[in-house]
């Protein structure tokens, strides 16, 4: 059975590519999604790839990836300054746990400087662009090989 890695995505990352492309880029989230699958195949990997806009449901698939994945990437976007119970969620998971921002949130407003996710992120990963989310799937790959 492949290792299944979660990668939950928060509110308006739908709209990547077309959002602010001086700070968030030209690929859109479809285009991350097709790089992830790529990697994940060449490391024998399965990804679940999602994307909401609504604080619930990220809860509610990080409660499922509780259960069913051996690793989660999250990019929860503003949830990341504000939600101590996408937190709560990730603390009751014992898989590794790697957080991605797509810009650099500490080169930006002070309000993105603090995550809640980073207390229980076992890596993050900021301002890498879209390939943030190829090298946390890389350091996954290689949590995973020592299970
Ligand atoms: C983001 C950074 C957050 O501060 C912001 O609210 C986002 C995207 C990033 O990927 O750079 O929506 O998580």
């Known amino acids: 059975m492949p290792n299944v890695v979660y990668i939950l995505n928060g509110p308006n990352l739908n ?30 990997l399965q990804i679940v790839f999602r994307q909401t806009n ?46 991605v921002h797509v810009s650099n949130i500490h080169a930006r407003e002070s309000f993105r400087h603090h995550s809640y996710v980073s207390h229980r992120a076992d890596a993050v990963i900021a301002g890498c662009g879209v390939e943030g989310y190829l090298l946390a799937l890389k350091r996954i790959s290689t949590l995973l090989q020592g299970t």
């Open 54 to 99: 609504a604080e619930h449901e990220l809860i509610d698939w990080i409660q499922e990836a509780r259960e069913e994945a051996q690793a989660i990437i999250i990019n929860p976007a503003a949830y990341s300054h504000t939600s101590v119970a996408i937190l709560d969620a990730l603390n009751t998971c014992t898989c590794p746990v790697i957080e």
């Open 15 to 44: 709209l990547l590519g077309k959002r602010e492309p001086e700070i968030y880029g030209h690929h859109t989230l479809d285009d991350v999604r097709d790089l992830c699958v790529a990697m994940a195949d060449d490391h024998g």
